[in-house]
């Protein structure tokens, strides 16, 4: 234990850097959020200079990070490091996320609003 491995080359990790300074972006803007929205999302609190270093390919996330960026961006990790060209992620609840998306983007009066008309639809 203690021992760090190195798995890639020099020259890989700056090929990473680049397939994720493309493909982040992509998936951020496909998702519609900031990159202050989705450093707040994944718990940075470096915010939005964290994210802008990985769209300028100046760093590269930790594999907790990785897996947390793919989970926010609705997308895999694999499409994030250049191994999938399909960057959304097919889902069984597809109506519910986008559901849940849309409520979340309202403002407080809209979702008790929203809520109300809910329950006198189901009385």
């Known amino acids: 234990m203690g021992r760090t491995i190195k798995y890639t080359t020099a020259e890989e990790m700056d090929q990473l850097r680049e397939i994720l300074s493309t493909t982040l972006p992509i998936a951020r803007k496909t998702t519609h959020f900031t990159q202050t929205e989705v450093a707040r999302r994944i718990g940075i609190s470096t915010g939005k200079a964290y994210i ?11 594999l907790h990070c990785l897996w947390k960026l793919a989970e926010v961006l609705d997308c895999s990790a694999d499409y994030l490091l250049g191994f999938s060209s399909y960057h959304q992620l097919p889902r069984k ?14 403002d407080m009066e809209d979702k008790i609003d929203l809520l109300n008309e809910l329950k006198k639809r189901h009385k």
Not at 52 to 62: C, D, H, I, K, Q
């Open 52 to 62: 802008s270093r990985l769209e300028a390919g100046v760093n590269l996330p930790s």
């Open 93 to 106: 609840n597809s109506i519910q996320d986008q559901l849940l998306r849309e409520i979340e983007a309202l």
